[in-house]
Nanobody
């Protein structure tokens, strides 16, 4: 049974930092990443990492502030979030995909077949 279990969310003041973790079990993946959804807004891509070679992909809104990384031995992906802003407030979802075919996109949520339960991140001003 495949599971993605997130941890590390919470409440932080603007300018602060949080680190999210996502432990995967049941299989390994082609790539893992994070999406987020704020109240009343559409789900949006945050970051992704290609597992084998470590290629990184970021949304423009988080470049320079967030860092995605992985621990192969633990089958775990991390999202280090620095310089947090109130607009980063959202439920953050860990995602994983088994492949990346021609014409695929890193930024479309429906191309990730596996989702975690989500963890709340709240940034106060």
């Amino acid at each position: 049974q495949v599971q993605l279990v997130e941890s590390g969310g919470g409440l932080v003041q603007a300018g602060g930092s949080l680190r999210l973790s996502c432990a995967a079990s049941g299989r390994t993946f082609f790539a893992m990443g994070w999406f987020r959804q704020a109240p009343g807004k559409e789900r949006e891509f945050v970051a992704a990492i290609r597992w084998s070679i470590g290629s990184l992909y970021y949304a423009d809104s988080v470049k320079g502030r967030f860092t995605i990384s992985r621990d192969n031995a633990k089958n775990t992906v991390y999202l280090q979030m620095n310089s947090l802003k109130p607009e980063d407030t959202a439920v953050y979802y860990c995602v994983a995909r088994a492949s990346f075919l021609g014409g695929s996109s890193w930024y479309r949520g429906d191309e990730y077949g596996y989702w975690g339960q989500g963890t709340q991140v709240t940034v106060s001003s």
